[in-house]
């Protein structure tokens, strides 16, 4: 490790790139790695992290990045908040485990009741906890199915929900998921997303021509589309979507595992609409990064359940829990309004992009630290989101050919100038080497332009 990593962290800048990128001992990693783990994982470049504080990740070499991935939109209050590290701490040494199924932990309903608080919801609650999105996923399924008595459940093209065998058949993101595990579940169809006259889908082709309406059991929706490209809907899609679940008795399920627990500026996605769904999921960002996902919904429709008909051994640990607790006071005294301004700021400095690189950079859009840009090929952006990790910064790929970014929600003003910035310099790296766009100096210009707007 060079000096320049050695040194004190508190002084050292962010980024802080202090060898070629991967390092060494990253690409040795790397390869011991692949030699022991399921090559199914679908590493987006080789990141190698062994600490990581606020907004900062130390990798392996010593290197300091920005982090605008966040493990995948998950270290919500940042690495190692504070409140949250001592929360699991003090946790862990009263008690790691005992299973909510089967016994009465303290702590699991206290984390179901401040869930239920903070939920959407305008009635009584109860709530299921497990370890992950598709577990919860899986919940609201079987849930659905049970309370309706009906067969059919509605998911989108373009959505992700996860990768076992109920919630990857929901999943129509990309159809890599799906390929060589066929059959998948039945009775799963998938409508347009995002646009109001996608709604005439339901009425023309489902409920014409597939499934009566009154064997729909539920419609599940990410509010804005995670992986499947940090996708907004069109204003009046999801009250829409409410108003025709309502008609036809039909369950509308807000996957909010990804744009939920403060992430898109208001504590579920849902809010900037105004909707209520019927069953409310979240995981990722809830717990800063300890495994935990929820099913909330009215009290009366998880009464459906009775006893056995679902439940888990370790879903609502009681370390999990306590992060949960830790996160949702840290989320309420101010990280979900820090989230709307630094998103405002972010759009700010990263719409110029599209402007001084239209033929690369075809949107800029997002809700809160939900951000997405997308590129004209899924090459470019892949070129971008390299271009960002050599000079510090981790974003990430979604969708077709767009880069996420996704911060965490305790990233500071001049953090986000600062990654602003880097993402800029790196779309204008690659634009410069596709030759046809500006040149360098020009380039150079319009950073300087959108780090005044950051
Ligand atoms: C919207 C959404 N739903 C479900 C999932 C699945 O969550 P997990 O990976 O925890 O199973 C994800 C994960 O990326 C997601 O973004």
Not at 31 to 55: C, I, K, M, N, Q
Not at 182 to 194: I, T
Not at 300 to 324: I, K, Q
Request: glycine share 12%; proline share 7%; aromatic share 8%.
């Amino acid at each position: 490790m060079t000096q320049l990593a050695s040194r004190p962290a508190a002084t050292r800048p962010v980024p802080d790139i202090v060898t070629e990128i991967p390092g060494p001992r990253a690409r040795a990693h790397v390869e011991f790695d692949h030699g022991v783990t399921s090559p199914s994982l679908p590493r987006a470049y080789p990141l190698v992290p062994v600490r990581g504080e606020g907004a900062t990740i130390e990798d392996i070499d010593g290197n300091r990045f920005l982090d605008f991935a966040a493990g995948i939109a998950v270290n919500s209050t940042g690495h190692a908040h504070p409140r949250v590290v001592s929360a699991i701490q003090e946790q862990a040494e009263q008690l790691i485990h005992y299973s909510a199924s089967d016994f009465y932990l303290p702590i699991y309903p206290q984390t179901c009741a401040e869930l239920g608080r903070i939920s959407p919801f305008n009635e009584p609650t109860r709530v299921y906890l497990g370890n992950s999105g598709t577990e919860v996923v899986e919940a609201s399924i079987k849930l659905a199915r049970l309370a309706t008595g009906r067969p059919y459940v509605v998911a989108f093209l373009g959505g992700f929900h996860g990768r076992t065998y109920g919630s990857v058949t929901l999943t129509a993101s990309k159809s890599k998921y799906h390929a060589g595990f066929g059959p998948l579940l039945p009775g799963v169809f998938h409508a347009p997303y995002g646009k109001v006259e996608d709604l005439r889908w339901f009425d023309e082709v489902l409920f014409e021509r597939l499934a009566p309406a009154d064997e729909v059991a539920a419609i599940i929706v990410e509010p804005i589309q995670g992986e499947g490209g940090y996708i907004v809907p069109e204003d009046g899609f999801l009250e829409g979507l409410r108003r025709m679940c309502d008609e036809h008795g039909i369950l509308l399920i807000a996957d909010e595992i990804q744009s939920g627990a403060g992430r898109t500026g208001r504590m579920w996605a849902v809010q900037h609409w105004g909707v209520v769904p019927d069953m409310l999921l979240t995981a990722k960002g809830i717990a800063s990064g300890m495994p935990l996902g929820a099913l909330i919904a009215p009290a009366r429709l998880l009464e459906a359940w009775g006893p056995g008909a679902h439940g888990s051994t370790f879903g609502g640990n009681p370390v999990a829990c306590a992060a949960a607790l830790a996160t949702i006071e840290l989320l309420e005294e101010g990280l979900t309004a820090n989230a709307a301004a630094r998103g405002r700021q972010a759009l700010a400095g990263l719409h110029p992009l599209h402007e001084r690189f239209p033929a690369l950079v075809r949107e800029v859009r997002g809700m809160g630290l939900m951000l997405g840009v997308e590129f004209d090929t899924p090459e470019h952006a892949e070129e971008v989101q390299w271009a960002c990790f050599q000079r510090g910064l981790l974003v990430l790929e979604c969708g077709k050919s767009a880069v996420r970014m996704s911060p965490p929600l305790v990233v500071t003003e001049s953090e986000m100038a600062t990654g602003v910035r880097i993402f800029s310099e790196a779309v204008a790296a690659v634009a410069a080497e596709r030759g046809e766009l500006l040149a360098t100096a020009e380039a150079a210009g319009a950073i300087t332009g959108v780090e005044a707007a950051g």
